[in-house]
């Protein structure tokens, strides 16, 4: 798939900005049992959602910032050309229109969450995250998405495509934040509105 470099970190910004005005908005005013509870056994409470997404976001945010900052800015926007492991990693992460996911898959190791959890400090790191994502988005705008390479988390030795790790990490978060809502629900927790989820609409034929 081909996209605009521009549009797309445009749309990506602003899904992030979002759900981050729905974490500070909301999700900060609710009391801890909506976070903590488990809507099942062996089912993640929205705490433990959250502290997934932290855990991805330790390694990813560092590693964007490191790869953009070697790169040179670009003085115009250019298009976005995804790689065929990128898109597969891509669509690996994607959720239908009820915000199910796609393609169900067990969490490696080193990203399980602990059962109990500080729902404060998982949500102050999340919220935290997120303004960081924004600000690599920004910077992002006048880079070159598909020259600058980024080693995934499983594997050091596969670098995907900047624009790909950012399509992939972002409906990443989206998969989870649907999973987290969802627990929270059970819990008796009524949200003000669903997250939209992102589907890239500015796609280009190659």
């Known amino acids: 798939m081909k996209y605009q470099s521009k549009v797309l970190l445009d749309n990506l910004f602003t899904q992030t900005e979002i759900l981050l005005n729905k974490a500070i908005s909301e999700w900060q005013l609710q009391p801890a049992e909506f976070f903590t509870a488990q809507p099942g056994p062996g089912k993640w409470s ?7 997404l932290n855990s991805y976001g330790r390694y990813y945010l560092p590693a964007i910032e490191k790869a ?3 790169e040179k800015e670009e003085l115009y926007y250019t298009h976005f050309k995804s790689g065929w492991l990128g898109n597969y990693f891509y669509k690996l992460m994607l959720t239908d229109l009820s915000g199910n996911p796609t393609k169900k898959m067990n969490a490696p190791k080193a990203h399980r969450p602990a059962g109990q959890l500080n729902s404060t400090q998982v949500l102050s790191e999340f919220i935290s995250q997120q303004e960081q994502l924004q600000q690599l988005l920004i910077l992002s705008r006048k880079k070159n998405l598909n020259s600058i390479r980024i080693p995934i988390s499983i594997a050091s030795f596969i670098k995907l495509k900047l624009g790909d790790v ?4 972002t409906a990443h978060i989206n998969r989870h934040i649907s999973q987290a809502e969802r627990a929270m629900k059970a819990a008796g ?4 509105k669903t997250v939209p989820l992102y589907r890239p609409a500015n796609r280009v034929m190659a």
């Open 68 to 70: 953009i900052g070697r």
């Open 189 to 192: 927790y009524q949200p003000e």
């Open 46 to 52: 929205a705490a433990q959602c959250l502290e997934h």
């Open 166 to 169: 950012l399509l992939f990490y």
